[in-house]
C-alpha cells in the first residue's frame, strides 16, 4: 500500500477511491461500461522470502472473477515498467496457475475483444450507458434456446422465419447451434403510424402452408408489430406457428402475444448491439447494450 501512495504522488490529478492512480480508475470505468466484475487489489502473492518472512510481495491492481485473470495497469513510465515487469515474471514462475496481464491502456481494447467484447471502446460508442448482456451471456442463451427448439420440432423440419434487420445476428447464430433439419425464410417490414401499421417490405419467399413456421423476433416491445406479423403469417395456413424473441420487454407490452421460446426478459430499456440499432448504428456490436435515456427524450 505504502508503494501505492508513492505511486500517486506527483500525479496531476487524484484518482478518486479507492485507487491509486488514474489510469487505474479509468480502467475501472470501462469494465464498467462492460458488465465486467472487478476487484480492486484483492491479493498479495509473495515473491521473495528470508527465513519465514516475506520480503518481496507483488499485489495486482485487478483481478477479474469473469475472466479469471490479475491485471496490472502500466502507464509509459519505463523505470517502473522495469519493475513491474520483473515481479509479474517472477509470480508467473512462483505460481504458474495465476494467470496476470500486464496492460498499457491501448492494449485494454485489445484484451476485451479476445474476450469476445469487440473492437469499440466506450469512447466509439458515446450514445451508450453500459453493456446489458454480454457476448458470452448471449452465446450460452442461444444455444440453450436451440436445444429446446430441437428437442420440440426433431422430425418437423421448421421453417425459421426472421424479421429484418434486427434478428440477423440471432438468427445467424441460433441456426446454426441448430442440429435438426430447418430451412430459413426472411421477412421485411416497416412499422409507422401510432396506430401499428405494418408494411410488408419484403414476403417470405418460400411456401409455409402446411409447414412448422417458427417466427424468430429479435424483440417483442409493444407486441403491437408481433401481432401484424403472426396475422400475415397465419393467413398463409402453417402447420403450425410459434414464436421464439431473443429480448422480451414484457413491463411494456400491449397486446397479449403467447412467446414460447424467450432468451432474456429485460427492464424497460431502449437497447442496441447483436442486430438492434440506434437510428441505424450499433447493429455490429457483439453484445446488448443500453442507450443513455437523454438521448430518446
Ligand atoms: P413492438 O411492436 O412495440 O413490439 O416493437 C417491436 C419492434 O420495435 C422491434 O422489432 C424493434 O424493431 C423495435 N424495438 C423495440 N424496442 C427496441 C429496442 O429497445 N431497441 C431496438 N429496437 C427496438
Ligand atoms: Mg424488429
Redesign the pocket.
Known amino acids: 500500500m505504502a508503494k501505492k501512495a508513492q505511486r500517486a504522488k506527483g500525479q496531476d490529478a487524484r484518482p478518486p477511491e479507492p485507487f491509486a492512480h488514474p489510469a487505474e480508475a479509468e480502467l475501472a470505468r470501462i469494465l464498467d461500461f462492460y458488465g465486467i466484475r472487478w476487484e480492486y487489489e484483492p491479493h498479495s502473492f509473495p515473491l521473495r522470502w528470508e527465513g519465514d518472512r516475506v520480503v518481496e510481495a507483488f499485489t495486482p491492481d485487478f483481478y477479474l472473477p469473469d475472466l479469471d485473470l490479475y491485471v496490472e495497469v502500466t502507464t509509459l513510465r519505463g523505470g517502473l515498467n522495469t519493475e513491474k515487469n520483473r515481479k509479474v515474471r517472477l509470480l508467473r514462475q512462483l505460481y504458474p496457475q495465476v494467470r496476470v496481464k500486464l496492460l498499457k491502456r491501448r492494449d485494454v481494447f485489445r484484451l476485451l475483444a479476445k474476450y469476445g467484447y469487440g473492437p469499440l471502446g466506450p469512447d466509439d460508442m458515446p450514445e451508450l450507458d453500459r453493456v446489458l448482456i454480454p457476448p458470452q451471456k448471449l452465446q450460452e442463451r442461444v444455444a440453450e434456446l436451440a436445444k429446446a427448439i430441437e428437442e420440440d420440432y426433431r422430425h418437423l423440419e421448421p421453417v425459421l422465419v426472421g424479421?429484418l434487420?434486427?434478428?440477423i445476428c440471432f438468427m445467424a447464430d441460433l441456426m446454426r447451434q441448430l442440429t435438426i433439419p430447418i430451412t430459413v425464410d426472411f421477412l421485411a417490414i416497416s412499422?409507422y403510424g401510432q396506430g401499428?401499421a405494418?408494411r410488408i417490405l419484403k414476403d417470405l419467399d418460400e411456401d409455409v402452408r402446411g409447414r412448422h413456421v417458427l417466427l424468430v423476433?429479435?424483440?417483442?416491445?409493444?407486441?403491437?408489430?408481433?401481432?401484424?406479423v403472426l396475422d400475415h403469417l397465419e393467413a398463409k395456413g402453417p402447420a403450425s406457428l410459434r414464436v421464439c424473441a431473443l429480448?422480451d420487454?414484457r413491463a411494456?407490452?400491449?397486446?397479449d402475444i403467447p412467446l414460447h421460446y424467450v432468451g432474456f426478459e429485460?427492464p424497460d430499456?431502449?437497447?442496441?448491439g447483436y442486430g438492434?440499432?440506434?437510428r441505424q448504428r450499433y447493429r455490429n456490436l457483439p453484445f446488448i447494450a443500453i442507450?443513455k435515456h437523454h438521448l430518446l427524450a
Open positions: 424479421v434487420r434486427g434478428v412499422s401499428g405494418v423476433e429479435d424483440i417483442v416491445d409493444t407486441g403491437i408489430t408481433l401481432r401484424k429480448l420487454k411494456r407490452r400491449l397486446v429485460i430499456e431502449f437497447v442496441v438492434l440499432d440506434f442507450v
